[in-house]
């Protein structure tokens, strides 16, 4: 039997339970970001649900220009999608990718995987996963970034008391190559669900909001404190100030708890 920490295409593919994700699958040792490769065939015509994988990203990168610490034994996948729905709907994209890899992590883990917003994963407080959307002429890359195997040491000392991964929290290493065909499935269920109805997509991703309820900093050129009070049906939060409610979308701020 393969080691839990390996990702072979083949293995991943044999039992995979999607009608679109993964099909096909590419998998490499290093890549710089599997957003870039995922960008490049997507440019090519590469049919929606065509995945790429790699053990390592040597420049895997995070929302506004952030790094994203990428060691061996994480999770980094990127799936090319057609959205087909309005422009307006396309900030749902990063909602469905966490919810879909949350959902997995927990189906594979047992745990209790929270979202916070706009698209990051956290269990016991602190981030083991990140998603990142990108877009192009009439595509989209979803890029999910998940600490599966990753050993805390590997994390930045700064990082390592904010982040954590399934195997720290478990204290053994999860499937790799199970958890992958479970993050496809489960994107996939995501999205098609986000096609079919937006608001119970969005009612799914509230159940496991960690940052609804809460006292936020809203960081960015005109940061800001307040409570973050809901999502709207376009994934913006709105965060009560006593100025009133603002709306913050999720391209332009990132939130800092307090
Ligand atoms: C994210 O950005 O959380 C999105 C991460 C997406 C990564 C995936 S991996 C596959 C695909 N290919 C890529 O190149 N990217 C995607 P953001 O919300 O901006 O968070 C970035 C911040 O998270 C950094 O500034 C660090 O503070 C923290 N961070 C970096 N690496 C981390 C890690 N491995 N685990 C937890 N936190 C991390």
Redesign the pocket.
């Known amino acids: 039997m393969a080691s839990p920490r390996s990702l072979r295409a083949g293995a991943i593919e044999t039992g995979l339970r999607t009608h679109r994700f993964g099909r096909p699958l590419f998998v490499y040792d290093s890549v710089a970001?599997?957003?870039?490769v995922a960008r490049v065939l997507a440019e090519q015509n590469a049919h929606e649900g065509t995945a790429v994988l790699a053990q390592v990203?040597t420049?895997?990168?995070?929302?506004?220009g952030?790094?994203?610490?990428?060691p061996a034994g994480?999770l980094?996948?990127?799936v090319v999608l057609r959205p087909a729905v309005p422009l307006t709907a396309w900030p749902l994209l990063g909602f469905a990718a966490a919810l879909g890899a949350a959902e997995a992590a927990d189906g594979v883990t047992g745990l209790r995987t929270g979202l916070k917003w706009p698209?990051?994963l956290t269990a016991g407080g602190r981030?083991?996963?990140?998603?990142?959307v990108e877009a192009g002429a009439g595509y989209a890359v979803a890029?999910?970034?998940l600490?599966a195997n990753?050993a805390e040491d590997d994390?930045d000392p700064p990082?390592a008391e904010?982040?954590t991964s399934l195997a720290a929290l478990l204290e053994r290493p999860v499937d790799l190559e199970g958890l992958a065909q479970e993050v496809l499935y489960q994107f996939e269920r995501s999205y098609d669900l986000l096609h079919a109805d937006g608001p119970a997509l969005l009612d799914r991703w509230r159940e496991r909001a960690v940052t609804l309820g809460r006292a936020v900093r809203i960081a960015g050129a005109e940061g800001f404190d307040g409570v973050a009070e809901n999502v709207d049906d376009y994934g913006a939060l709105m965060v009560r100030t006593p100025d009133g409610v603002r709306r913050v979308v999720a391209g332009d701020v990132?939130l800092r708890d307090i």
């Open positions: 970001s599997t957003n870039d990203q420049a895997g990168r995070g929302r506004l952030r790094r994203w610490i990428s994480g980094w996948l990127s698209n990051d981030k083991i996963g990140g998603v990142l890029g999910i970034g600490n990753v994390l990082l904010a982040a990132s």
